[in-house]
């Protein structure tokens, strides 16, 4: 990892998700360059995607066992479609679609149950908390979901245990690599549209273009 000696007194934050490789080049550049006291981030997005994915798995088996236990007439006005509804947090659905989770969740209470602490995750990161604040209520929330029956949070249960203090350094300074990601997924879509072009030159232009150039219509 190189950065210009000059940025180094401006480092006080690195913000990765949880791949060995850029947690070790992190740990190799902090050894080489003791004199930066910069804190090691989690970023929340990704920590989100892995508990978010490990309702899912119990979603599709919930789903599935309902399909083959209700009537299909039953099982068509509780789950069909219900993928989506299940994806959005509770806040961002409608009243309707709220009608149509309580109504699943008489069938599937452990479905129920994991949306319940899935929901209260997502609250906590949302919540403006001190890092020890935060930190106590992700161990907190931690011991809820070991006390109760469910088993569909024990991959990401792990790696709350192995990265917990870097997944709660997020309440520090609130930090994330959602800006980074996003210029990322604007690079691949320029650099698609820029297929045939054979200058790297207007290849810069049309980043430039797209990523400041509106700044020079606005009056």
Not at 93 to 112: G, M, S, T, W
Request: hydrophobic share 40%.
């Amino acid at each position: 990892m190189t950065i210009p000696q000059r940025l180094h007194p401006t480092i006080h934050t690195f913000c990765s998700d949880m791949w060995d490789g850029y947690l070790g080049a992190i740990a190799d550049f902090m050894a080489a360059h003791p004199a930066i006291k910069a804190k090691v981030v989690i970023d929340r997005f990704h920590v989100a995607k892995n508990y978010r994915e490990d309702f899912d798995k119990l979603r599709k088996k919930e789903l599935r066992r309902l399909k083959q236990e209700l009537p299909e007439a039953t099982y068509k006005e509780v789950g069909h479609g219900m993928h989506w509804v299940l994806r959005h947090n509770y806040a961002n659905l409608n009243d309707a679609d709220k009608v149509r989770l309580r109504r699943l969740f008489h069938y599937a209470p452990a479905l129920h149950q994991a949306y319940t602490l899935r929901e209260e995750l997502t609250a906590i990161f949302n919540m403006e908390l001190s890092l020890p604040a935060g930190h106590q209520r992700l161990e907190k929330w931690a011991a809820k979901v070991k006390r109760s029956a469910l088993t569909c949070f024990n991959k990401f249960l792990k790696t709350l245990n192995n990265h917990l203090a870097a997944i709660a350094n997020y309440f520090d300074k609130r930090a994330s690599s959602g800006f980074v990601e996003g210029i990322n997924n604007k690079l691949k879509t320029i650099t698609r549209r820029s297929y045939g072009l054979t200058r790297i030159d207007s290849l810069f232009q049309r980043l430039w273009l797209d990523l400041n150039g509106y700044r020079h219509f606005l009056t």
